[in-house]
């Protein structure tokens, strides 16, 4: 199965504007229930087990990132704590209220394909195509473009 797209046309000002890109568009969202369901299936492991781990392990990154610790986990990849600061005019004028706020940093795991190129390992093997179920700017013979913008960046 491939990850689908659509093509909008970006409206942020700059180089982009006027040009077209893809955005990936997610089918639906799977909660730690489905996964543990999923899980099970795969082994031998029940349902209720698997969800008891995954809500722990949750308890046990945060607690561990909390603590100024980075969080690995083999094959998915590694967590940590960012930060945002304010500057200020010397090392000692630096204070705690400088900092603006937190957030997480993922570094997904690498691995080296065939061709000793690095690939996220989450994505080895990815395809993707554009979307079937929308109005594809490709087919608007209008002329007019009725994409959303693109508001985040490209």
Same mark, same amino acid.
């Given at each position: 199965?491939? #990850? ?7 409206? $942020? $000002?700059? +180089? ?8 990936? *568009? ?11 369901? /999923?899980?099970? +299936? !795969? ?7 698997? *969800?008891? #781990? =995954?809500?722990? =392990?949750?308890?046990?990154?945060? +607690? @561990?990132?909390? $603590?100024?610790?980075? &969080?690995? *986990? ?8 960012? *930060? /945002? ?11 705690? +209220? ?13 691995? #080296? ?11 080895? %093997?990815?395809? &993707?195509?554009?979307? @079937? !179920?929308? &109005? ?5 013979? /209008?002329?007019?473009?009725?994409? @959303?913008?693109? !508001?985040? %960046?490209?």
């Amino acid at each position: 199965m491939a #990850v689908n797209y659509k093509i909008y046309k970006s409206t $942020r $000002r700059g +180089a982009t504007m006027g040009k077209y890109y893809a955005r990936a *568009i997610h089918r639906e969202t799977v909660t730690t229930k489905d996964l543990a369901q /999923t899980m099970q +299936a !795969n082994c031998t492991v029940k349902h209720s087990d698997i *969800i008891a #781990v =995954l809500t722990e =392990l949750s308890e046990v990154v945060k +607690a @561990e990132l909390q $603590r100024g610790n980075r &969080v690995k *986990i083999e094959g998915l990849g590694t967590f940590k704590i960012g *930060i /945002t600061t304010e500057g200020a005019e010397s090392a000692k004028e630096f204070t705690a +209220a400088n900092i603006k706020g937190s957030h997480i940093i993922f570094m997904p795991e690498l691995s #080296v394909d065939a061709n000793g190129k690095r690939v996220k390992s989450l994505l080895s %093997g990815l395809r &993707v195509k554009e979307a @079937e !179920n929308y &109005v594809s700017l490709k087919d608007d013979v /209008t002329g007019e473009d009725n994409a @959303e913008g693109d !508001n985040h %960046g490209v």
